[in-house]
């Protein structure tokens, strides 16, 4: 079952990849991508987030729930980059599981 749901928010949040679309001209934001809603990646922060505390035994001490809660609110810090290694990492916890 964690399985299942692991896959579906692995599978949703390689969807969002293709969102990733917004640049800046200028400053040190001109190399990055930023995903063009903030909706739909908040939803899937959230599920995300649920899924690991309701599948770690740290629950809120578990570093990458940790780390996952500090884009809460702050989700345009998040670039193509941050989103395929946070990706790599969800299907870590996935396969430790």
């Known amino acids: 079952m964690n399985t299942i749901k692991y896959d579906s928010i692995l599978e949703e ?7 990733f679309t917004i640049t800046y001209p200028d ?3 001109k190399d990055s991508f930023y ?3 903030y909706d739909e ?3 899937w922060l959230r599920g995300t987030i649920s899924l690991l505390k309701e599948n770690s035994s ?3 001490n578990d570093p990458f729930v940790q780390y996952l809660n ?3 609110g702050k989700i345009g810090n998040i670039d193509r980059n941050e989103f395929v290694m946070i990706l790599h990492q969800l299907k870590e916890k996935k396969d430790m599981n």
């Open 13 to 19: 949040g390689k969807s969002l990849l293709h969102t």
């Open 27 to 29: 400053g040190i934001y």
């Open 35 to 37: 995903s063009s809603t």
């Open 41 to 43: 990646l908040s939803k």
């Open 58 to 60: 740290e629950k809120f």
């Open 70 to 72: 500090s884009f809460r």
